[in-house]
């Protein structure tokens, strides 16, 4: 439990989750209604491409919403980790610890476009 408060601490961004039985560590790229998206830390390979994705991931919390899910944000440099994303179903699903990031939250309100139409009177 005290491994858990530290990580949370130093790193906000990771999220823990378990499905099937099985922990899972990384970042939740998206959450919807059927599935979690997740960037799996334990795919990454070498110890440089796994600070290279905390890297991104420290840009991702301190400089963006927090809404946004970090593959948007970072669109260009997330590209190389795409082989580390796993998707699970949500009835599997139960998040331990960690923020999930969700577009449809983001989506809450419509925002009406309004059409003004400018009259110009005769005198």
Request: net charge positive; glycine share 4%; charged share 30%.
């Amino acid at each position: 439990m005290q491994d858990q408060k530290e990580i949370e601490e130093k790193f906000p961004f990771f999220t823990m989750i378990t499905s099937g039985g099985k922990e899972y560590f990384g970042i939740v790229q998206n959450q919807d209604n059927t599935v979690t998206s997740f960037y799996d830390y334990d795919k990454l390979g070498s110890p440089e491409e796994k600070k290279d994705f905390v890297s991104l991931a420290e840009t991702w919390w301190w400089e963006s919403n927090r809404q946004i899910p970090i593959d948007i944000f970072l669109f260009q440099e997330m590209q190389s980790f795409r082989r580390c994303l796993r998707t699970f179903n949500n009835k599997d699903v139960e998040v331990l610890f960690g923020p999930v990031t969700s577009i449809q939250k983001i989506v809450k309100k419509r925002i009406k476009r309004r059409t003004i139409q400018l009259v110009r009177k005769d005198r």
